[in-house]
């Protein structure tokens, strides 16, 4: 990607994190990456453009951060750290999430960002559902379960506790043990 | 409840599932409710007032509709009566979920909401963790859970697929499913 498209596509996620997607002009994201309005329309071509690009962003930087995971010994071990990277007290990792479930609440609103948001959503649960398997061939996953519905209701969860967290119902730490508790109580053997 | 406060609170909610918390004009919650605004403001002192008591509403409005788990023989069955009969397709309860999750997702930018939301998704965890202190007691739920902790996880669960079926990745019945499954694996003894 080039430098000028992730200085976009990094303002835009601030953007979002701090004032909302309905707030969201894209004069203020050209204005934040120090690009042209036009430069940017040309690399996004709308509103719509931008907001699915900065979906796919957000997904590929979580997947930076889920880096950590990448030393575990074990497919388990690395599906518990992509996980549970995503709740973490990092300036990072907060505003990517505040930034993703505003991309979820307004999607409800704005049926142009539904499609793009269900697709970011599918290479996550891919990705997730592929992990699954991973530790299922390792007998570290019950056998039973289909690896999707797993990375749908895996994923689900780690939205559902975000949201806690980022409203300041529960701290990072107490949502990471929540989460780790139900991964442990949903798929382990 | 007056008659008249109750039209209001039904007002916002609506007003709320239709055009999200961000569009939200005390002025077009009383012409939906057909009362003045001055009677809204009586009622409600403000706008923050009114999302309070929104909240609250919507959470009443909710045990109503989980009324039907009322009948259920066992308090596990009335605790998955309980957080399925939030994901269900009618009307009233559709516009309910988005405009709780749309409180939920205000609040991260509109501190004013963070605090009732709060208190509110207090009063829901603390019903859903006396009704699994009750299936623990008929040994339908494992005793080594904390009915809090639990309760915070199965409520936030129910918010994570809630996001998912709103944006129409998944249908009432697939979350329904997704759901039922997990409260088995999680809890059940």
């Not at 004032?19 to 204005?31: E, F, I, S, T």
């Not at 007290?89 to 539904?114: G, Q, T």
Request: hydrophobic share 40%; net charge negative; proline share 2%.
């Amino acid at each position: 990607m080039s430098d000028r498209r992730k200085s976009i596509l990094e303002a835009a996620a601030q953007c979002i994190a701090r004032n909302g997607v309905r707030g969201l002009r894209v004069h203020d994201v050209a204005q934040q990456a120090g690009v042209s309005t036009s430069l940017l329309y040309y690399h996004f071509k709308d509103r719509d453009g931008l907001l699915a690009a900065t979906l796919d962003h957000i997904n590929g930087t979580s997947s930076g951060y889920r880096v950590e995971g990448a030393g575990e010994a074990t497919a388990f071990g690395r599906l518990r750290a992509h996980l549970l990277g995503e709740i973490q007290d990092r300036d990072e990792v907060r505003a990517n999430s505040i930034a993703w479930n505003e991309l979820r609440a307004s999607a409800v609103f704005e049926p142009e960002i539904a499609g793009p948001l269900a697709r970011t959503t599918g290479v996550w649960e891919t990705e997730i559902a592929a992990l699954v398997e991973a530790a299922q061939h390792e007998d570290q996953v019950r056998a039973g379960l289909d690896p999707k519905a797993t990375a749908v209701l895996l994923t689900a969860l780690v939205e559902g506790l975000s949201g806690r967290w980022l409203t300041g119902e529960l701290t990072a730490e107490e949502a990471r043990a929540r989460l780790s508790d139900a991964i442990d109580s949903l798929v382990q053997t």
